[in-house]
Each structure stands twice: as C-alpha cells, then as structure tokens.
C-alpha cells in the first residue's frame, strides 16, 4: 500500500485491541439513545393489529438508523488510529449527532424528525468527507468519499420525508435507509471506482469483537435500568416484586447464553481469521439482531412488573416471547460464525418457546415470562452439561479463511 503523510492514521498491526476511553466514553450517547428506543416500543403496549406493526415498524426504522451510526463507528476505529486527533474529533461529533437523534427520537417519527433526520445526514455525509480530507493522497480515502457519494443519493429521501405530510414519511424513510444499508452490502459501488466490499477491508479484528460485545453488555445494563426504574415507579406488591425477581434472572440468562464458548471466543475469531472483515460483517448483522432482541425483551420486562397478572395483549405476547425467539435465533448464528454449528440447546429452546407461544396467548404475562426464563435456564443447564469438564474449545470459524493478502489495494 503507497505511503504518504494519509498512512500515519491507519491503525498499526501492533495497536491495542482494547476499545479506547474515549470510545466508551462515545457509548454514553447510545445508553440514552438505546432507553428511548425502549420507550417508544413500550408506548404500543395498548396497541392492536395494524397500529402495531406499524408501530413497531417505526421504533425499528429508528433503531436501525442508530445502528448503522454506531456500526460505522466502530468500523472507523477499527480501522483507523483511535489515539489520533482527527478521528477523536470524528468520533466526540459522531457522539453529538448521535446524542442529538437519541433525545429526538421519542417523537422523531412525528414532529422532531426534521432534527434526526439532519443528525443523521450530518454524520453520514460530513464524516467521510473529513476522513477523506484527512488520508490526503492515500489510496484509501476513496473508501470514504464512496460512502459520502451514497449519503448524497440517499438524503433527498430523508429530507423529504422529515418536510413532507406525516403519512409519506415512513415509506421514504424506509426507502432511505434500505438504500444506505444496500450500499453497504454492495460496497458502495460507483461507475469506474467499482466497489469497496467491507468483508476485504484491513481492521483490527479483536478490536471490533471488543466493540460488539460491549454493545451487547450496554444493551443488558438497559434491560437493568428498565427492570429498576419500572419495579421503584409502581406500587410494591408480591406479584410485582416476582416479576422483578424472573425478569433480572432472564437478563442474567441472556448474558449467560450469549458469553458461553461462542460470546467468550469472539475475540479470538476476529484476531485468527485470515480476512478479519468477513467474519467482522458477519458478527455486526448478528449483534443487530441480538441488541435489538435484549431491548424487545426489555419492553416486556417492563409491561410484566407494571401489571404482572393483566389481561392478555398481543404486544405483551410480541415483547415477552418474541425478544427472547430472537435472541436465540441470533444466538444460534453466532455459534454458526465461530465454530461453524448450531448448538442442540439453542435449537431446543427455540422450539419450546415456539411451541409454548399458541398456549401463552391466555396466559397473564407473568406466566409467559416464567415461561421464557425457564426455557432460557434449560438451555444454559444443557449448555453446561454438555462441557462440563472440557476444555475451552478453540475457534473454527468458517468465515474469513482466506489468506489475508487476498485483499484489494484500498482495503
């Protein structure tokens, strides 16, 4: 790869894979951002039928514009020197724009979405320019002016959506964002530049397991923070102070599944794969889902304590069961990303939680989260029975084997 005054900010081979203060530090701004989140999909606790789905289809458009923010953050510091001033910079800005969406986004599908929206673009649009500037002559800065030309092609849809009628907005919204996240997917590829396949890039690899798995961890502090601030909110009672008691013991079990072998060795995945960013694309589709999965479940924690033996409602039965569904689903994949299978225990769990939704359906959501703890706790007692007594296995991922000079020149 050429030299030039640009190479100074790449990150070196011998950098540390610790994710920096100051990154954690950035994490802040997404604790607040991952609350409201929760609040919005607590507020479709009445809601029925289509007002659901669309309901949830919203908070998940917001979500999901969150993600690929801090996502793409993560990338940048996997990527490139964290300790250097240009990127600190890039990254307190990223933090701003992402506090500014987080406070916005109770109503940022309403009357602040002009707000998020500009948030929004102000990251996906200025930052590459700035680390393009920043690389100067180096081969590399045509990475991030491919993603500034995408963010151009993309922002009419966001804008419009944020200054035209309310009704419109969702589907260019979401005509947006399936634009960006397409562009990721493919590269961002421009005519004569072709594409920059994300899965060929050079990055820190334990340095983004890092990042993924606290990202986990933020999100299980928020179930925490709902679990507590719902049970001191309400009226104390033995059925309410149960419910507390089953929903942190099924925040515990989460963090249990997640970190046995597969969670734990995640770090070592990324750090002996031949194309670290294969396998880092992959970890990031997969800790999407389980974020998103520990939030769902979150809302239900919060529906169960405030009314533990209430009549029955499709969302109690979305948020209680179905965080829990997807966490498995994901969970699943991410043994399929590190050892290549799936787990006997996960696919038990995952069938029983299916099979008990019908019966759950008549059931006060104080029986359904009983339900889901014990069918988690099923699954962590299969898991430790089944090591029990071995060693720690070692990694085998099938993703990102190749060796690691089939990369392209701007990698």
Do not use: C, K
Not at 107 to 117: D, I, K, N, Q, S
Not at 355 to 372: D, E, I, N, Q, Y
């Amino acid at each position: 790869m050429a030299a030039g005054p640009g190479a100074a900010l790449l990150r070196p081979p011998t950098s540390s894979g610790r994710a920096t203060f100051l990154e954690l530090f950035f994490d802040l701004a997404f604790v607040v951002a991952l609350t409201r989140v929760s609040q919005r999909f607590a507020e479709l606790n009445d809601d029925t039928g289509w007002a659901l789905v669309e309901g949830f289809g919203r908070t998940l458009l917001l979500f999901l514009a969150l993600w690929l923010i801090w996502s793409h953050t993560t990338w940048i510091t996997s990527r490139y020197e964290p300790e250097r001033s240009i990127i600190q910079a890039v990254v307190v800005g990223t933090m701003f724009a992402g506090l500014v969406m987080a406070v916005t986004l109770p109503r940022g599908m309403e009357e602040r979405a002009l707000p998020f929206a500009v948030a929004y673009l102000m990251v996906m649009l200025v930052r590459p320019l700035v680390v393009a500037a920043a690389l100067r002559g180096h081969p590399r800065r045509l990475v991030p002016f491919r993603l500034a030309a995408w963010a151009a092609a993309s922002a009419p849809l966001w804008l419009a959506g944020a200054l035209g009628p309310d009704r419109l907005r969702l589907p260019l919204w979401a005509a947006a964002l399936a634009v960006d996240y397409l562009a990721w997917a493919l590269g961002w590829p421009l005519p004569w530049l072709g594409a920059s396949a994300v899965g060929r890039w050079r990055i820190a690899g334990p340095h983004l397991a890092d990042r993924h798995q606290q990202m986990f961890l933020i999100a299980l502090g928020e179930s925490i923070l709902v679990i507590g601030m719902v049970f001191s909110g309400t009226d104390y009672s033995e059925e309410r102070a149960a419910a507390f008691g089953v929903a942190f013991a099924t925040s515990a079990l989460l963090w249990r599944i997640y970190f046995h072998r597969a969670g734990l060795l995640l770090t070592e995945a990324l750090g002996r794969a031949g194309m670290p960013g294969r396998l880092g694309t992959a970890s990031e589709r997969t800790h999407l889902l389980i974020v998103l999965s520990v939030l769902v479940t979150a809302v239900g924690y919060e529906l169960v304590i405030d009314e533990p033996f209430g009549p029955p409602r499709p969302s109690w039965l979305l948020f209680v069961v179905g965080g829990p569904v997807l966490f498995l689903v994901a969970r699943m994949r991410l043994e399929y990303e590190i050892f290549g299978r799936a787990s006997r225990s996960l696919v038990i769990g995952l069938v029983a939680l299916l099979l008990f939704t019908l019966a759950l359906t008549r059931w006060a959501p104080m029986v359904g989260l009983s339900v889901v703890a014990g069918v988690l706790a099923l699954v962590a007692l299969l898991d430790a029975l089944r090591n029990r007594g071995r060693p720690l296995e070692v990694s085998t991922s099938p993703i990102g084997r190749e060796a690691s000079g089939d990369r392209d020149s701007e990698a």
